[in-house]
Antibody, heavy 121, light 109 residues
Framework: QLQLQESGPGLVKPSETLSLTCTVS??????????WGWIRQPPGKGLEWIGSIYYSGSTYYNPSLKSRVTISVDTSKNQFSLKLSSVTAADTAVYYC?????????????WGQGTLVTVSS | SSELTQDPAVSVALGQTVRITCQGDSLRSYYASWYQQKPGQAPVLVIY???NRPSGIPDRFSGSSSGNTASLTITGAQAEDEADYYC????????????FGGGTKLTVL
């Protein structure tokens, strides 16, 4: 079954770019059956969808973050990545990657374990 | 994008039935998916579609929908069901945007 694992720096300075990678195992990121998504959760708060990507490279972003977000896929490494630019303390959160079957209603399953990213100087 | 609204907190006595609701305009067009999140853990999908449970999810979890409200029902709540529950769905605008509810903290008394 699919397994996802986030990786990347746990500390990012304000105004810099947050970069995370999600490695997919147990299946191919080139599968036409899945979207690949990023979701974040600030400490003590709820879940926020950041964006999703299809293996073809089609991307879908949260309108509130769209100007700062780039999600890309590397099929050769079975990975997809998140870049969030011009970060502030408000971007401090646990960042999750997850897969979603390509269905009308997104259902994220499974999720990675999450990685805490702190924005601080 | 549209919003999904959940009650911040709900409690239930051990062994009783509890309903957690999620309201939003997009739910008139799309089903909700439901996730359980325990402290320090990633969310886990518990209900999707009309009323479908992923493998391994107990059958005491069920889903339903009416109008602009989706519901997650736990019949015979157990102590291990104490967790945060989130709904999500597709934005009602017809694009691929995803929306999450604010989450409901379930306490099992």
């Amino acid at each position: 079954q699919l397994q996802l694992q986030e990786s990347g720096p746990g500390l990012v300075k304000p105004s810099e770019t947050l970069s995370l990678t999600c490695t997919v195992s147990g299946g191919s990121i080139s599968s036409s059956s899945y979207y690949w998504g990023w979701i974040r959760q600030p400490p003590g708060k709820g879940l926020e969808w950041i964006g999703s990507i299809y293996y073809s490279g089609s991307t879908y972003y949260n309108p509130s973050l769209k100007s700062r977000v780039t999600i890309s896929v590397d099929t050769s490494k079975n990975q997809f990545s998140l870049k969030l630019s011009s970060v502030t303390a408000a971007d401090t959160a646990v960042y999750y990657c997850a897969s979603s079957l390509k269905t009308t209603v997104p259902r994220f399953d499974p999720w990675g374990q999450g990685t805490l990213v702190t924005v601080s100087s | 994008s549209s919003e999904l609204t959940q009650d911040p907190a709900v409690s239930v006595a051990l062994g009783q039935t509890v309903r957690i609701t999620c309201q939003g305009d997009s739910l008139r067009s799309y089903y909700a998916s439901w996730y359980q999140q325990k402290p320090g853990q990633a969310p886990v999908l518990v209900i999707y579609g009309k009323n479908n449970r992923p493998s391994g999810i107990p059958d005491r979890f069920s889903g339903s929908s009416s109008g602009n409200t989706a519901s997650l029902t736990i019949t015979g709540a157990q102590a291990e069901d104490e967790a945060d529950y989130y709904c999500n769905s597709r934005d009602s605008s017809g694009n691929h945007d995803v929306v999450f509810g604010g989450g409901t903290k379930l306490t099992v008394l």
